[in-house]
């Protein structure tokens, strides 16, 4: 089955279930990956988060049944699972721009959301090449914070700025820069912006960083150039859709991001480094 068709399934099976509870981890099984590469691909393919579009949906669909049936707002809320009514006021009004009770009295316009309609096409292409290998445990020093998908871009910029200008004067090769995220909830990640240095590197006092210990592990990494970091989504999309055939179960460990840069006039020399189980 090939990415257009795993990706249809995933949006039919969201539409005949939004009166039900949708599992992420269903989700991801028709695109092979887990739920947190499938959350990371469907924010770049279509511009809004998975939970997003499902609330969104649901949302829409409520209106639709609200002025044109007699069901009780409460009855309505349950239906396309909000706990409570004031729950679904609120997530109601914030996309509708009015209350559902005066919505139905005053028969105001609401906002439509449809179906997603998926038609994939390709930007930013390039070849990806791949190894697999054992790497041996590795030491970073840098900055991790709690964040949001939508955050990450922002924090990685400001990371990185700060540890250029704390490291830039100490070490005489080009900085290796990694950063990398954790799941923590459905939205909601660790990640950090980190240095990688020697085994035997002690951090000053009161610094403000962190030290993070790699483990050991087999690592599938994939390398490309890019002449801005901004295109690095592009590189996710095409690794997220083309190489699920590999069959890749992650192992536990973060994902991670490398790059350096020769000089300000060369492009990126990027990596994303996966530890994984092989299937």
Known sequence: MNF??????VLNYIENNLKSTIELETLATYMHCSANDLQRLFSLVFGLSLKQYIRKR????????LQNSSQTILSLALDYQYESSTSFTRAFKSMHGITPSNARKEKNK?????KIRFNMSVTGYQILHYTIVSKDSFKLIGQKERVTRDQIPKVSQAIIQNLKS???NEFSTPLEIYQGCSAIHSDIFDFFVALKVSEHYQLQKNCQLEEFIISSARWAIFSFELDELSQLRY???????????????????????????????????????????II
Request: aromatic share 10%; no cysteine; glycine share 4%.
């Open 4 to 9: 257009s068709d795993s990706m249809e399934k």
């Open 110 to 114: 609401l906002v439509l959301f449809s």
């Open 58 to 65: 649901r949302l829409s669909e409520a209106g639709a049944e």
């Open 166 to 168: 704390k490291f830039s």
């Open 235 to 277: 590189v996710w999309e095409q690794l997220l859709t083309t190489h699920s055939s590999l069959k890749f179960l992650p192992s536990g460990l973060p994902e991670l991001e490398r790059f350096t840069k020769k000089n300000e006039s060369s492009k990126f020399i990027g990596e994303i480094h996966i530890p994984l189980n």
